[in-house]
């Protein structure tokens, strides 16, 4: 069974603008582009998704 991900953009996007979105899930975190987001979605393990975010945002 296929669980959909709820997608949500970024608080920094500007309305009717592509943006990148982002969908947790048990095992890690699936993005996609808002303008073409029927092309996939790759997705990272947890750890994987924190250490990015550390990284782009020196928290």
Do not use: K
Not at 10 to 31: D, K, L, R
Request: charged share 15%; glycine share 12%; proline share 5%.
């Amino acid at each position: 069974m296929i669980i959909p991900l709820n997608f949500r953009e970024s608080g920094y996007s500007a309305t009717g603008h592509g943006c990148v979105e982002v969908a947790g899930s048990h095992t890690g975190t699936a993005v996609r582009d808002s303008e073409h987001s029927v092309e996939g979605q790759p997705a990272s393990p947890s750890t994987e998704w924190a250490s990015f975010i550390r990284a782009t945002t020196g928290s």
